[in-house]
């Protein structure tokens, strides 16, 4: 069964750092395109990062420079270290699994989000 | 700065058939686009509907559908139930490994 299980939220000041975790199950991370979704409280979902089975990654232009997604096979699980935080980036955190879903063989293949974490909060306030 | 763009709201009685639609701020949609689209209920993570313009998830009943219409991806849902009353999203691929959701859509089963 494919379990996404993320951690590591919690309350951080204003220009402070924090490590997200989404440790997997049931599938090998290195294999597969993972990415991480944020919302934050009462909005809409948004795409902040994904590091392709390739180790290609991308981010969005609000978290460019300041988050970075990497992952470790040995534990099978992704992280996302956030610096430089504002409030802004308060938002439950979403890991999620990813297919490609269309041209498989560009060089950053489409995709959509098929499995879901819980979620993790990361509130940033002084 | 390229916006994907949602109906805030939308309301379909029981039973009936409603389509969403999901556009760009510049623009048209195409299935260059790869769109897909998300139902999310209050406090749970997203579920998959459709990707790929009209491909439907594992388990989702053919009473949702996905096309383009015009210059805009769109989500049908036909027979609308109690338990389609939550939020609808959609995401479209803008190449270079970068995703964009689009505001959401608040429907109303009533």
């Known amino acids: 069964e494919v379990q996404l299980v993320e951690s590591g939220g919690g309350l951080v000041q204003p220009g402070g750092s924090l490590r997200l975790s989404c440790a997997a199950s049931g599938f090998t991370v290195s294999n597969n395109y993972m990415t991480w979704v944020r919302q934050a409280p009462g909005k809409g979902l948004e795409w902040v990062s994904i590091?392709?089975?390739?180790?290609?990654?991308y981010y969005a232009d609000s978290v460019k420079g300041r988050f970075t997604i990497s992952r470790d096979n040995s534990k099978n699980t992704v992280y996302l270290q956030m610096n430089s935080l504002r409030a802004e980036d308060t938002a439950v955190y979403y890991c999620a699994r990813a297919y490609c879903g269309g041209d498989c063989y560009s060089k950053q293949p489409p995709y959509y989000f098929h499995y879901w974490g819980q979620g993790t909060l990361v509130t940033v306030s002084s | 700065q390229t916006v994907v763009t949602q109906e805030p709201s939308f309301s379909v009685s029981p039973g009936g058939t409603v389509t969403l639609t999901c556009g760009l701020s510049?623009?048209?949609?195409?299935?260059?686009?790869?769109p897909n689209w998300y139902q999310q209920t209050p406090g749970q993570a997203p579920r998959t509907l459709i990707y790929n313009t009209n491909t439907r998830s594992s388990g989702v009943p053919d009473r949702f559908s996905g096309s383009i219409l015009g210059n805009k991806a769109a989500l049908t849902i036909t027979g609308a139930q109690a338990d389609d009353d939550c939020d609808y999203y959609c995401v479209l691929y803008m190449g270079s490994g970068i995703s964009l959701f689009g505001g959401g859509t608040k429907l109303t089963v009533l």
């Open positions: 590091i392709y089975s390739g180790g290609r990654t």
């Open positions: 510049s623009g048209s949609v195409s299935t260059s686009y790869y």
